[in-house]
């Protein structure tokens, strides 16, 4: 079991910068790929952003190509979204999620989800 909580959502102009944080329990962190997924209102869930359980590999979301970066620091089991130039079309809550030893590339099969966190951007 993997328990995930997201932190550092908030409001922010638009060309502004937010840092996403993903606290992950248990002791088998290494072992998972981990991703970022958003939903604003109104719409699907969307992917957005992955890094491989090795943190070798990553994986975006065209719409955030250039502009998002994820990162995976294994010894604190956090996993981050660093979001730069940030657009009002980026306003959504905000998920991390998890799977075992999963392809980054394959935007499905995350088993673990965490409650989500509120970004807003203003034009």
């Known amino acids: 079991q993997v328990q995930l909580v997201e932190s550092g959502g908030g409001l922010v102009q638009a060309g502004g910068s937010l840092r996403l944080s993903c606290a992950a329990s248990?002791?088998?962190?290494?072992?998972?790929?981990m991703g970022w997924f958003r939903q604003a209102p109104g719409k699907e869930r969307e992917f957005v952003a992955a890094i491989s359980w090795s943190g070798g590999r990553t994986y975006y979301a065209d719409s955030v190509k250039g502009r998002f970066s994820i990162s995976k620091d294994n010894a604190k089991n956090t996993v981050y979204l660093q979001m730069n130039s940030l657009k009002p079309e980026d306003t959504a809550v905000y998920y991390c999620?998890?799977?075992?030893?999963?392809?980054?590339?394959?935007?499905?099969?995350?088993?673990?989800w965490g409650q989500g966190t509120q970004v807003t951007v203003s034009s």
């Open positions: 248990g002791r088998t962190f290494a072992s998972y790929t």
């Open positions: 999620a998890a799977k075992k030893f999963g392809d980054v590339l394959i935007t499905t099969g995350y088993n673990y």
